[in-house]
């Protein structure tokens, strides 16, 4: 019965039936999408940050180092409090991001219904049916391109720096702490990119799931419209129209034959004349 009521969907969901999910909170939300984008939103705070964020953690390794044998002391405990000030623009950013990020999908959403209490959603059987769903199987195959995405991403920025890496033994903490940043910052960016294929698909497939639940079948589309000719609304504005039709002037009416210009002549001296 399921399939057939699925086969049966062939009409593309309409404004109102779009209207009415929206308002129930059943919206398309992509969780790649979100994590993305806070990645993204990361990668650009640091790009911009990064002078300042690794002049922080060069003054707290320093200050470690140097007054290593007082636990806490005032040097450590500034030099720790410069580096969260300096984390904070990226903590923000991550912040705000969570925030906007769902919301590319479709938009601001706010539907006090979600949060009532809904006892139908304690199926204690319904999350076995969910386990061989469409879903399911894609969450599944997009978890495993997720892992090899990384992993390639990964394993070339280790390829890449990893001779580089060797040759910072014999180089000053300056310049060892920039080198590793370099390096660590090519490899997130590389996973950036290739999580951008994930995001991609995952949005993608949550907004073609969303049309496909929202579709009408043909008795859904008829039962709409009717619904819709027999609103007070609708029969309020084809009143209106009437009233605006019956208000306009008359046209002149055409003249009848033997009338106007077109009259035809009617007496023998007319004729001859």
Known sequence: ?????????TEPASPRRLQQARNAGDVPRS???????????ALGVMAWSSPRLLDALQNLITAAFVDADTLFSPVFLAAAEAALWSLLPLLAAIFVAALVAPMLLSGWVFAPGVTRADLTRANPFKPFGRL??????FD???ALLKWALAVAALSWALVTGWPGLQSLAGSTPEAAL??????VWRGVLALAVALALVAALDAGW??????????????EVMAEAREAEGSPEMRAQLRGRQQQAGQRPLPNPLPLAGEGANAGPRTFDEVIG
């Not at 969780?31 to 939103?41: D, P």
């Not at 920039?178 to 390096?183: F, G, L, P, V």
């Not at 949550?206 to 008795?219: E, S, V």
């Open 1 to 9: 019965m399921a399939e057939e009521s699925d086969l049966s969907r």
């Open 31 to 41: 969780a790649e999408l979100t994590s993305w984008v806070m990645l993204l939103s």
């Open 132 to 137: 061989f769903s469409a879903d399911s199987l």
């Open 140 to 142: 599944g195959a997009l």
């Open 178 to 183: 920039d080198a590793t940043a370099a390096w």
């Open 206 to 219: 949550r907004w073609w799931r969303y049309l496909r639940r929202q579709a009408m079948t043909w008795q």
